[in-house]
């Protein structure tokens, strides 16, 4: 079985920067599996992640998706994957219902699968009683929801999620963690970032620790803990990656 994705070689460096975001990286994310990327600040998570969805290109080495390319199938390749970013992706003063029918024409979508599919995403992330409402009077938790919903819409192989439940109540949290459970048993590979540690612990079944722009390890995490004498991902957080302040 082809990986999901296959990074070989990712070097990237902005311009005017001195040092690179990514340093030669390799990577391979199986088909199905449930991969969580951490680091700190400035690790290259983020690059990476836009690197993986064909928003950024890397500087040098190759990315291939089910085994294709970003250079030769970028429009097969965008409707196969998914990506929920840590910002807000729709549009505010549009409701929750149009918002999910403008990404669904847009994913290629048909009316019938569009409406089908939202109304089911709706129920299933507790949407519907407000399916009509601008997405702008929403709580943050809601407006989480619906990210990921519009994320989702055309069931894609494989869904980048980077930070998707950053300031969300504990229920909101329970919602988005279960759907991406759901999706998973369902096949789809989940490739996902977050500060949510203890989450990512009941969500993950491996790890990949980055650190100045390099993989530093990277195995399921009860092997990672094991091998690091680590009781939980935090300490091996930290164990790895240090104590050192990252946010100046």
Request: net charge neutral; hydrophobic share 40%.
């Amino acid at each position: 079985m082809m990986p999901a994705v296959n990074l070989q070689e990712i070097y990237h460096q902005y311009d005017g920067q001195e040092q690179p975001t990514l340093a030669n990286l390799t990577l391979q994310i199986l088909q199905g599996e449930k991969l969580g990327l951490f680091g700190p600040n400035g690790a290259g998570k983020t690059t990476l992640m836009q690197i993986m969805t064909g928003l950024t290109t890397p500087t040098q080495g190759s990315i291939n998706v089910l085994g294709m390319s970003f250079a030769k199938h970028k429009k097969e390749i965008h409707k196969i994957i998914g990506f929920v970013p840590q910002d807000f992706s729709f549009y505010h003063e549009l409701s929750a219902l149009e918002n999910m029918a403008f990404f669904g024409a847009w994913y290629g979508m048909n009316r019938l699968a569009i409406k089908q599919k939202s109304e089911q995403l709706l129920a299933v992330l507790g949407l519907s009683n407000v399916a009509n409402k601008q997405v702008k009077n929403f709580s943050g938790g809601m407006k989480r929801r619906v990210n990921l919903a519009i994320g989702v819409m055309h069931q894609p192989q494989i869904l980048f999620l980077d930070e998707p439940t950053v300031g969300v109540d504990v229920q909101t949290r329970n919602a988005i963690v279960q759907h991406l459970n759901t999706l998973n048993k369902a096949g789809t590979t989940l490739v996902y970032t977050s500060h949510q540690l203890k989450e990512a612990e009941d969500l993950c079944n491996r790890v990949a620790m980055i650190d100045e722009g390099k993989i530093i390890a990277i195995d399921s995490l009860g092997n990672l803990m094991k091998k690091h004498q680590q009781q939980n991902l935090e300490g091996l957080f930290l164990h790895l990656t240090g104590q050192a302040y990252r946010d100046v």
